[in-house]
C-alpha cells in the first residue's frame, strides 16, 4: 500500500547549499508549495540564483520541459524577515537545514514547536546530531516526558538527511528519534520518495550510518596529509583511480565543508568516546582559520583561482 505523505506545502528553514537543494527537489519532483526562510537575506538570494540556475541547466539539457521548471520555481516563496518562523504557520512539515549545531537545533525546534500546530511534521536535515535530543526541546516546559501532549509534540519530529549535491545525490537517509511516531516516520519516508529519492533507515546514534562511516574516512585521509605519507593530490588521486571514488576524500571534505566535517566529527568523538571518531589537528587549525573549503575559497585546495 502507497502511504501518502500529505504534504502540500513545505517550510525550509536555511537556504544554504543543502536547503536550497531540498527545496529545489520538493518543488520539482514532490511538487509542493514550498516557503524558504533563512534569516540572512544574502543567502536566500544566492539560493535563489543557484535554483534559477539549475533550473535553467536542465531544461537546456532537455531534462525538464520549460513549463515544469516554471511550475517549480513559482512553488517556492519566500518568508520575510518580519514574518521569521510565523511565516511558516500553515505549512504541513518543515525541514530545517541549519548548521551543524545542537543547541542552535534546539531552540529552533523548540520555537517551531511553539509558533505551529501540533500535526506539523518537524524534520530534522542534521547530518549526525541525536534526533531524540532534538524532539526532547519541543515538549512544552512544566510537561512531563511522558505526558500525552508531550509525546505528540516530540512525536513529529524525525531526521530525513538529505546528501549534497541534493539534486544528484539518489539517498535520503531515515532516523528515528526514541519519541518519533510510526505516522511520522511513514509520512516523512513517502515524501523523500516524492522527492525523487531512495530511502534507507539508521537508528539514531551519532552520524547515523552515514557518516559513522564516511567521517572515519575522510579523517584518516587527513591525518596521512598531516603525517605526511602522501601529498593531497596522490591521496585523493588513489581513491579515485584506485577505488573509484567521483571525488577523492579530500576534495569531499571541502566539498562538504571543513567547519561541517569538524561539527560531525566532534558529534561522532563526544558521542561515543571512541578515540577513533578524535578530528585531526590539522582539520582544527583549518577550521580556526576560516580555511572551510570550497564555499569559502579555500581549503585543502585553493577555489578562487579557479
Ligand atoms: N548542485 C546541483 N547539481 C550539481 C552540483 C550542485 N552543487 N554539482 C554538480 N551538479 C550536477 C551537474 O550540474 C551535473 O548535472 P548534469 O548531469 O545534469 O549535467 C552533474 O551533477 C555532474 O556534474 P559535473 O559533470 O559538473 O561533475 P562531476 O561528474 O564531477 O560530478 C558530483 C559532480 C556529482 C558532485 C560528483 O563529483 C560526486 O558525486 N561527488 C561526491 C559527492 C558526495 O559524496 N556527496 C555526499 C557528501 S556527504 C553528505 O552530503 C552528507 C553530509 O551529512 C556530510
Given at each position: 500500500m502507497t502511504i501518502a505523505h500529505g504534504i502540500r506545502t513545505l517550510g525550509v528553514l536555511g537556504a544554504g547549499q543543502m536547503g536550497l537543494g531540498i527545496a529545489y527537489v520538493s518543488a520539482l519532483h514532490a511538487r509542493v508549495a514550498v516557503r524558504l526562510y533563512d534569516?540572512?537575506?544574502?543567502?536566500?538570494?544566492?539560493?535563489?540564483?543557484?535554483?534559477?540556475?539549475l533550473l535553467d541547466k536542465d531544461v537546456a539539457k532537455g531534462k525538464v520541459g520549460a513549463a515544469d521548471a516554471k511550475d517549480a520555481r513559482d512553488r517556492v516563496q519566500v518568508v520575510s524577515q518580519d514574518e521569521g518562523l510565523k511565516g511558516l504557520r500553515d505549512v504541513d512539515m518543515v525541514v530545517e537545514a541549519a548548521s551543524e549545531n545542537l543547541q542552535l537545533k534546539q531552540q529552533l525546534f523548540r520555537s517551531l514547536s511553539q509558533e505551529l500546530p501540533p500535526t506539523t511534521i518537524l524534520a530534522s536535515n542534521t547530518s549526525s546530531i541525536s534526533l531524540t535530543k532534538i524532539a526532547a526541546a519541543t515538549i512544552p516546559e512544566g510537561q512531563s516526558a511522558a505526558s500525552e501532549e508531550a509525546r505528540r509534540s516530540a512525536g513529529r519530529v524525525v531526521g530525513l538527511h538529505f546528501f549534497n549535491p541534493v539534486p544528484v545525490m539518489k539517498l535520503v537517509e531515515l532516523i528515528s528519534a526514541l519519541q518519533t511516531s510510526q505516522e511520522t516516520l511513514d509520512r516523512a519516508r513517502a515524501f523523500a520518495v516524492a522527492c525523487g529519492k531512495e530511502v534507507t533507515v539508521s537508528k539514531d546514534v551519532p552520524g547515523f550510518v552515514s557518516n559513522a562511516l564516511l567521517m572515519p574516512f575522510i579523517n584518516e585521509a587527513i591525518l596521512c596529509l598531516e603525517k605526511g605519507t602522501a601529498t593531497r593530490d596522490d591521496i585523493d588521486k588513489t581513491l579515485k583511480l584506485g577505488m573509484n571514488h567521483p571525488?577523492?576524500?579530500?576534495?569531499?571534505?571541502?566539498?562538504?565543508?571543513?567547519?561541517?566535517?569538524?561539527?560531525?566529527?566532534?558529534t561522532l568523538y563526544t558521542g561515543t568516546s571512541d578515540s577513533k571518531y578524535r578530528p585531526s589537528i590539522l582539520l582544527e587549525r583549518m577550521v580556526d582559520a576560516g580555511w572551510l573549503g570550497k564555499k569559502s575559497g579555500k581549503g585543502f585546495y585553493d577555489y578562487l583561482s579557479q
Open positions: 534569516r540572512a537575506p544574502a543567502q536566500i538570494e544566492s539560493g535563489l540564483k543557484l535554483m534559477d540556475k571525488m577523492g576524500p579530500l576534495q569531499l571534505a571541502d566539498f562538504i565543508g571543513l567547519d561541517t566535517c569538524l561539527a560531525i566529527q566532534q
